[in-house]
Structures are given as C-alpha cells and as structure tokens.
C-alpha cells in the first residue's frame, strides 16, 4: 500500500467530526428553544442563553471555511443579534419582575433569523449531508 493510501486510512475525517460537532450544537438549540424562557440550571443560565451561545459556536465551528462574504453576513447578523440580547429581558414593576414582550419578541425573531442563516450557509458550504443522498449522513438513522 502506498504511505498516501495508509495516510488517507489512519486520518480521521475531520468532515465527520464536524457534522456530528453542528450536529450536537443544533440540537442543544433546539432542546432550549422548546421555552426559551426557562431558567437550566445545568448550565446556570436561560435558554435563551443557551440557543446564542449555541448559534455562536456553530459560527466558530463552520465560519474559517466560509466565503468572505458570506462570513460578513454571518457576522453581521450576529451583531445584531448580540445587540437584542443585550436588551433587558424583564422589567420591574412594583418590585415584580415583568416579560418585556417587545424585547422578548425581537430576541427571539433575531435568533430564528441566524439560525436559518447559519442552516442557509452550512447547506451551501456543504457542512450538511447532502438532503438528495441520505446515504452521505455521518450519522445513520
């Protein structure tokens, strides 16, 4: 066997190891996105919480193999998505912690419109097996 053949065996497929990292990111998504508004106490923090940080690995996972343009876009979507979170989530009223709906519902709005640009890029740069053939899933169902 040539060393190029025994080097493509032994190597571990970084494609894989990828796919199944987005994998686990988006599923801890969409775990805390069944009520963003519950308190996790394992990881001590908000759903809400958990689906940015979420968004943002999956950025740091997927965004050294995008297109420069596309990259910008990414990050400007997550500006301005960090700009919402930074919004107060509740106010006090009365000493009584109060939802803030406008921030609440632009929060949220802004996390759905990153995720569906990260889904967008992550088909488009080929991180996600291809829809067409299931036989390319890393992972098999």
Do not use: W
Not at 18 to 28: A, G, K, N, P, S
Not at 29 to 51: K, Q, T, V
Not at 73 to 82: G, R, Y
């Amino acid at each position: 066997m040539t060393e190029e053949g025994i080097t493509k065996e032994s190597g571990y497929d970084q494609k894989a190891y990828i796919q199944l990292r987005l994998h686990e990111l988006i599923q801890r998504y969409d775990r805390a996105n069944i009520n963003p508004l519950i308190y996790d106490f394992g990881f001590r923090c908000y759903n809400y919480n958990i689906m940015y940080q979420s968004l943002l690995s999956i950025f740091n996972t997927i965004g050294s193999k995008l297109k420069d343009i596309d990259k910008q876009k990414c990050l400007d979507q997550l500006k301005k998505l960090t700009e919402k979170m930074n919004n107060p989530m509740y106010l006090s009223r009365n000493n009584v912690q109060h939802l803030n709906n406008q921030n609440y519902g632009d929060i949220v709005t802004c996390l759905f419109e990153t995720r569906n640009l990260l889904e967008e890029f992550m088909d488009k740069h080929g991180f996600n097996p291809s829809k067409d053939d299931v036989s390319k899933s890393i992972i098999k169902m």
